[in-house]
């Protein structure tokens, strides 16, 4: 699997030369394949004129606007009532996921609900998350994230990664996301663990982990 788990998008040179890496031909002939189902399930951000946002291309957090060749919707929410045999060839067909924030769990339960969870480890396709988007890879979210509350009443994630993600550390709208907070979160966890700014993303390509950062950032 590629993985470029961000905090806040590809917002600066670094992430983004290191999104150009990981695919096999360049932004503009690649087809994209945005999700926003995250958005629905947290109260700040949708649903609304925020998923809209981040379908169209029109927020801060440059993932969909970046010049892909085209870029198609997949709600996961939608999907269990779709035949497999319409949605998962052009999965498999896509050149990039990206995936935006909101809330993790609510991602986790309809990534799930959907199948898109077990699919994922077959794909090509490089996953680029956004917050709740990065956050979903991780094998628990930590209580200090739980919004939307899962049947299971727990706070874990699918686990594609072995560590978990604190984002938005030191956000000027996200005051309580301090360093500090994020230590104590990381103490709570009790496994490997990043906290990461808006400027810093991580990559994963089969298992292997790099920091990719113009801000700042912690592993614990």
């Not at 890496?21 to 399930?41: F, Q, R, S, V």
């Not at 986790?108 to 969870?117: E, L």
């Not at 396709?125 to 956050?135: E, P, T």
């Not at 209580?143 to 604190?166: M, Q, R, Y």
Request: glycine content about 10%; hydrophobic content about 45%; charged content about 20%.
């Amino acid at each position: 699997m590629k993985l470029l788990l961000t905090s806040g998008g590809v917002n600066n040179k670094s992430i983004h030369e290191a999104l150009v890496n990981m695919l096999d031909k360049p932004i503009a002939e690649c087809n994209a394949l945005c999700i926003p189902t995250a958005m629905y399930g947290h109260p700040w951000v949708g649903p609304g004129v925020k998923a809209w946002e981040f379908i169209s291309g029109r927020e801060e957090n440059p993932m969909v606007n970046l010049g892909w060749k085209s870029v198609g919707v997949l709600e996961l929410t939608a999907l269990p009532s779709i035949d497999k045999e319409r949605w998962v060839p052009l999965v498999q067909e896509a050149d990039v996921l990206l995936v935006s924030g909101g809330d993790a769990l609510y991602l986790y339960h309809w990534m799930q609900q959907s199948g898109v969870a077990e699919l994922l480890p077959t794909l090509r396709a490089v996953y680029v998350g956004m917050s709740a988007g990065s956050m979903v890879m991780t094998p628990k979210i930590g209580e200090e994230f739980v919004g939307w509350t899962p049947p299971t009443g727990e706070d874990k994630a699918l686990g594609f990664v072995n560590f978990s993600i604190f984002p938005h550390v030191d956000h000027e709208m996200l005051p309580d996301n301090t360093m500090a907070a994020a230590e104590q979160w990381a103490a709570a966890l009790q496994g490997p663990a990043y906290a990461i700014n808006d400027d810093t993303a991580i990559k994963v390509i089969d298992g292997e982990v790099e920091v990719i950062s113009e801000g700042h950032w912690k592993q614990f």
